[in-house]
């Protein structure tokens, strides 16, 4: 961890309305008809499923009650079944509700671990059980893939925060400065930038230009956590995360007095008070690491609120206090529409190939930048 600096950051942009990001033109249907659709499977609850998905039930059992599971069996069984018959895999997020993160999922992760494993798989369809940026960043780094999002409406208030124009302005106005980009962006904005970062990575991809000013965009309080990490001067931008906004230091400080010794983490998309009342503060792999390796007794995660219980699942010695903030995007994911992006083929993400070949660069240089 670096010495805390004085934080030097300059925000810029109109307050936005939270909204659903770019949405994407619909799938033109040419995996549909080019693989064909299938027929839907049955989704009746009897023995045979609950024998066949009792391995995974026992997985969750801790977070989702037995009264639950006959609801969701038949369909974990009906995707793990298509998943083969497709050479599909599913990328995902840590927000992922733990029926689809913990019995669907192949590789779970933040936007960065899931940007990496895309570059890595030999499946013929990725569907990205997360939101519409993570499936176009699937869709830059697997042009010739099926990339699939259930629900095209998965938006994000950070990705409709900011448009490529909106870039364009900000390289007039501040020439020769580097624009690193959060993932959490449309293609058209990551094709005006020079790299991308996650919560991850963002102080390390700041500094690997070795310049005294940078422009991180769009979201102005991850940029300003990152200004109290690093000397370098952040240029901000006034997009935030509606989920994260909402928690307060009030709040945890409330937390803190009815949970003495509890471990507080928070997510850099926090206010900066926020922060401050903070025992730790990364991304949600860097969360999940630390609850993995410390085991504390008690914590809270600032954060998702589904995050809580797919780490439960994975360190039920641990007690987690849960103030609970939903993504509204997150959760428009569910069993039912990744089981009809399987049979379907739909939705099928595109991007226009102009922007995918600069967008595409942009998320390159950040998954090639060395851990
Ligand atoms: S949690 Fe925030 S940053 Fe993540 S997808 Fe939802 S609105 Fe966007």
Redesign the pocket.
């Known amino acids: 961890m670096p010495a805390l600096v004085t934080p030097q950051v300059e925000t810029l942009g109109p307050p936005v309305p939270h909204g659903l990001g770019p949405v994407s033109r619909p799938g033109s249907g040419a995996a549909a008809r080019k693989l064909g659709v299938l027929p839907m499977p049955s989704l009746e609850w009897n023995e045979t499923v609950a024998r066949e998905t009792a391995h995974l039930y026992e997985r969750i059992k801790t977070v989702v009650p037995p009264v639950e599971w006959p609801f969701f069996a038949p369909y974990v069984k009906a995707i793990n079944e298509l998943k083969k018959q497709r050479n599909a895999v599913i990328l995902a997020h840590n ?1 992922q509700t733990p029926e689809i993160y913990n019995c669907v999922a192949d590789f779970v992760g933040d936007s960065l671990q899931l940007a990496r494993e895309a570059t890595k798989t030999k499946a013929d369809i990725i569907v990205q059980a997360g ?1 519409h940026f993570m499936a176009e960043t699937s869709k830059l780094l697997n042009p010739d893939k099926v990339v699939l999002i259930p629900d095209l409406r998965a938006g ?4 409709a925060s900011i448009t490529g124009a909106d870039v364009r302005l900000l390289r007039e106005r501040f020439p020769g400065v580097p624009i690193v980009t959060y993932v ?1 962006t449309s293609a058209e904005v990551k094709a005006e930038s020079d790299i991308c970062c996650t919560s991850s990575n963002a102080v390390q991809v700041v500094e690997s230009f070795g310049v005294d000013r940078v422009i991180l965009i769009p979201d102005e309080f991850l940029a300003r956590w990152v200004a109290t990490q690093t000397p370098v001067k952040i240029i901000a931008w006034k997009g935030h ?4 906004e909402r928690f307060t230091a009030d709040e945890l400080r409330k937390y803190r007095a009815s949970n003495p010794g509890v471990q507080i983490l928070a997510h850099p ?1 926090c206010p900066p008070d926020v922060l401050a009342e903070a025992d730790f503060t990364g991304s949600t792999s860097a969360m999940i690491n630390f609850v993995k390796s410390k085991r504390p007794r008690k914590v809270l995660m600032v954060t ?1 609120c589904s995050m809580a219980d797919n780490v439960q699942v994975e360190t039920p010695d641990v007690e987690f206090v849960r103030p609970c903030n939903l ?1 509204p ?2 959760k428009r994911i569910t069993l039912a529409k990744i089981l009809d992006s399987l049979v379907y083929l739909r939705e099928e993400v595109e991007i226009d190939p102009a922007i995918a070949e600069r967008a595409r660069r942009a998320v390159e240089r950040m998954v090639q930048l060395k851990n």
């Open positions: 927000y939101v994000c208030s950070l990705a959490n995360c509606e989920v994260h998309e998702e993504c995007h997150m």
